[in-house]
């Protein structure tokens, strides 16, 4: 394995050395590449620790090399495609899941399993992983916090080398779907802690470019800015990749994402405008997969700091938004618009909430209410890889200077757009919210309720909260569980912590040498269960 850096191209630069680097693995059918695929990625992963793994590319990562303890059913749809049942958890790494009559206790029976290093995978790596993610309370320590493990060195015991017991403070209705989140990975403890040094007791250090796991798929190889590239690890306890290698090639430009597309020297392109996915529709060879999501696209404002610490500049910009020409111009027809606090489609959904729409006289109204009526500035943070992500700046930027707010686009890289994130300080950026659990309580708990891993924005209603906790003890689907959620929904639209813009389809284009794929609420490609055609 190794790991180098270099700077990113853009343009017909980028699509030169991503041909020329994939010449060695590809032809114009695809063939010469054999059993590789080739994913372009607009951005390198912004870590390779699961913890970490925030944004989609390094979760993507996290997925195929690392293993986690629970996986979902898997069938086929009518498109052929593999759809993994988020109300069907079932073992993954643990061959068998026993739950108490109380729904306390778990007790999971692991696979006879190696690491890449070659060490057993036992029931003590699954207690330390747990120690490191509670310890390292980065990346998602939520998840834990909400299905009751707040100690896992007192609450997970180890009977024997392949059984771990783990007994919960709580019950949830998604206990056993949150240890199913790729975060939540079981780690090579012996080697983790052969790398572990004093003021790092926990590896992250060498977790920055080296892997740990026990997943389909190793590191090989990760040059930044270039390509990252994972192999096939053979001896996999679970069924056998079909792909011997997976590049996932850096190529920034998304007209050269569709070249490349279109003359098969890549397979996968999973970050594209919906321009380019409208221009692919009659490509040859190359098929446009749509799927629902949760997934919503956010104005985050600060609650806390600067201008839009007074709920009536928030509702102001609420109002001026664009929400129906960014979901038509920049998303097409892959995602409605407007959004709410609970996306469509996620049990619970009222709908018959008062969502914003585009009113600029009502935005000029609550302006002139707040403490700043006055012209103001604010600078406006997102991530400049994401696809979308500029012309939604630019649409906020052109509808807010309508009702007299000068916004300052500020585009920062992945990394720099984390760092901002976690501060908790920006006052503007712009936020995609996926839930993995397809569930309201997990939701507002990762990015609502007061404290959460994903506020950043120093967001809180007590009230919130209170009704949350009541929700989350009722029945998913049952008249209280609705009428509380509904409750939730009316009170952050009235506090409008963010504008939320739009819900997004997940999109992929890919060659037909790609068969079938998974499926899942998260959206991460999962290389190991992917079948290739011929």
Not at 124 to 135: G, H, L, N, P
Not at 275 to 300: C, F, P, R, Y
Request: charged letters at 20%; hydrophobic letters at 40%.
């Amino acid at each position: 394995m190794s790991i180098r850096s270099k700077r990113l191209l853009g343009g017909a630069a980028a699509l030169a050395v991503a041909a020329a680097s994939l010449t060695a693995c590809s032809s114009d059918s695809g063939e010469a590449r054999g059993n590789a695929i080739v994913q372009a990625i607009s951005g390198d992963p912004s870590t390779l620790d699961p913890r970490l793994s925030f944004e989609k590319r390094s979760a993507q990562y996290v997925a195929n090399v690392y293993d986690t303890l629970v996986g979902f059913k898997l069938t086929k749809n009518d498109e052929g495609l593999l759809v993994a049942d988020s109300e069907a958890p079932t073992g993954a790494l643990a061959e068998t899941i026993e739950v108490s009559e109380d729904k306390l206790t778990y007790t999971f029976r692991l696979h006879e399993a190696t690491f890449h290093s070659g060490n057993p995978v036992t029931s003590a790596d699954v207690r330390w992983s747990f120690e490191r993610a509670w310890k390292l309370q980065e990346g998602g320590w939520f998840d834990l916090k909400t299905i009751g493990l707040s100690d896992p060195s007192t609450q997970i015991t180890t009977p024997d080398d392949r059984t771990a017991v783990m007994k919960m403070t709580r019950t949830t209705p998604f206990t056993l779907q949150m240890l199913a989140n790729p975060t939540i990975a079981i780690y090579d403890s012996t080697l983790m802690k052969e790398n572990a040094t004093g003021d790092d007791p926990w590896a992250q250090d060498y977790l920055a470019d080296h892997d740990a796991g026990s997943g389909p798929y190793k590191l090989e190889s990760f040059e930044r800015g270039v390509s990252l590239t994972l192999s096939r690890f053979d001896q996999y306890w679970g069924e056998k990749p079909e792909a011997d290698k997976v590049v996932m090639q850096v190529v920034p430009s998304a007209s050269d994402q569709v070249a490349l597309l279109k003359n098969g020297d890549i397979d996968i392109a999973a970050e594209l405008p919906s321009a380019s996915l409208k221009e692919l529709t009659s490509a040859d060879g190359v098929t446009i997969h749509a799927s629902k999501s949760n997934q919503q696209v956010n104005l985050m404002m600060n609650n806390a700091a600067g201008p839009t610490a007074d709920v009536n500049v928030r509702r102001a910009i609420s109002y001026a938004v664009p929400y129906g020409a960014i979901a038509a111009n920049v998303y097409g027809g892959y995602a409605d618009g407007p959004s709410g606090p609970i996306p469509t489609g996620m049990p619970g959904f009222d709908e018959n909430a008062a969502l914003y729409k585009e009113d600029i006289e009502a935005a000029k109204r609550a302006l002139a209410e707040s403490d700043h009526a006055g012209a103001f500035s604010i600078p406006l943070t997102y991530d400049n890889s994401v696809t979308g992500y500029e012309e939604i700046a630019i649409a906020v930027q052109q509808a807010l200077g309508k009702i007299g707010i000068t916004v300052e686009t500020k585009p920062v890289t992945t990394a720099q757009m984390n760092e901002a994130f976690f501060s908790g300080k920006t006052e503007l950026f712009i936020f995609s919210a996926l839930s993995w659990v397809n569930n309201p309580s997990y939701h507002l708990d990762l990015y609502w309720a007061t404290g959460s891993y994903g506020n950043k924005i120093s967001y809180t209603n007590t009230q919130v909260d209170s009704v949350k906790e009541k929700a989350f003890q009722q029945p998913v689907g049952s008249e209280p569980f609705k009428a509380e959620v509904a409750e939730i929904q009316k009170l952050m639209l009235q506090d409008a912590p963010a504008a939320w813009l739009a819900q997004v389809n997940w999109t992929l284009g890919t060659t037909d040498r790609i068969a079938s794929y998974e499926v899942r609420t998260d959206q991460i490609i999962r290389f190991g269960t992917m079948d290739l055609a011929g």
